[in-house]
């Protein structure tokens, strides 16, 4: 069974850092990209961060780039997304998920985790 | 302001079929990205309901199905029910974001 067990939020000051895990286990875990998505509070989903299964060409998202790091070590099956310069707008429910396609433009997210809540706030 | 845009809201009753909407652009679901939709009930992560604009998961009813034509894409629900009660987003690929990208989401409401 595929399970994606996220961590490492909590509540941290604008212009801090904080890194967030996403453990996984019940699959192959280096043979598939990994995304990060976040939910701000009410709002809608929005795709942050996502990696090759090798590690391979990380993207952001133009509203975290240069600010957040995506990473894996696929000897640990777990994903990190490393956040510096927090602000308050990067307030959300964070969720890692699997990518699934033939082609990346292609992907869609088949498991997700249970999220972890990040509250940028002073 | 989301790159995929989605009606805030539909409603209807239970048995009767429902439908809805996501447009996006030429850099999107136009330039020929598949288009997947994701089922959120309250308080949970997204489930994947629809993928590659027709496609359904094991385990999902037929009650669900999906298309696409041009630059939008149509989720439909025959014989609603209750716990279809949930939140929808659209999916896509955006060529000139290079990223991936969702709708605003559509908040089905059960009468």
């Known amino acids: 069974e595929v399970q994606l067990l996220d961590s490492g939020g909590g509540l941290v000051q604008p212009g801090r850092s904080l890194r967030l895990s996403c453990a996984a286990s019940?699959?192959?875990?280096?043979?598939?990209?990994m995304v990060w998505v976040r939910q701000a509070p009410g709002k809608g989903l929005e795709w942050v961060s996502s990696?090759?299964?090798?590690?391979?060409?990380?993207k952001y998202a133009d509203s975290v780039k240069g600010r957040f790091t995506i990473s894996r070590d696929n000897s640990k099956n777990t994903l990190y997304l490393q956040m510096n310069s927090l602000r308050a707008e990067d307030t959300a429910i964070y969720y890692c998920?699997?990518?699934?396609?033939?082609?990346?433009?292609?992907?869609?997210?088949?498991?997700w985790g249970q999220g972890t809540l990040v509250t940028v706030s002073s | 302001q989301s790159v995929l845009t989605q009606p805030p809201s539909v409603s209807g009753a239970p048995g009767q079929r429902v439908t809805m909407s996501c447009t996006g652009s030429?850099?999107?679901?136009?330039?020929?990205?598949?288009v997947h939709w994701y089922q959120q009930l309250p308080g949970t992560a997204p489930k994947v309901l629809i993928y590659d604009n027709t496609h359904r998961p094991s385990g999902v009813p037929d009650r669900f199905s999906g298309s696409k034509s041009g630059t939008s894409a149509s989720l439909a629900i025959t014989e609603v029910q209750a716990e279809d009660e949930a939140d929808y987003y659209c999916q896509s690929y955006d060529s000139s974001l290079s990223g991936w990208v969702f709708g605003g989401g559509t908040k089905l409401t059960v009468l």
């Open positions: 019940g699959f192959n875990f280096g043979n598939f990209a």
């Open positions: 030429s850099s999107n679901i136009g330039a020929g990205h598949n």
């Open positions: 998920a699997k990518g699934e396609g033939m082609e990346m433009t292609n992907y869609h997210f088949d498991y």
């Open positions: 990696v090759f299964g090798s590690g391979y060409g990380p």
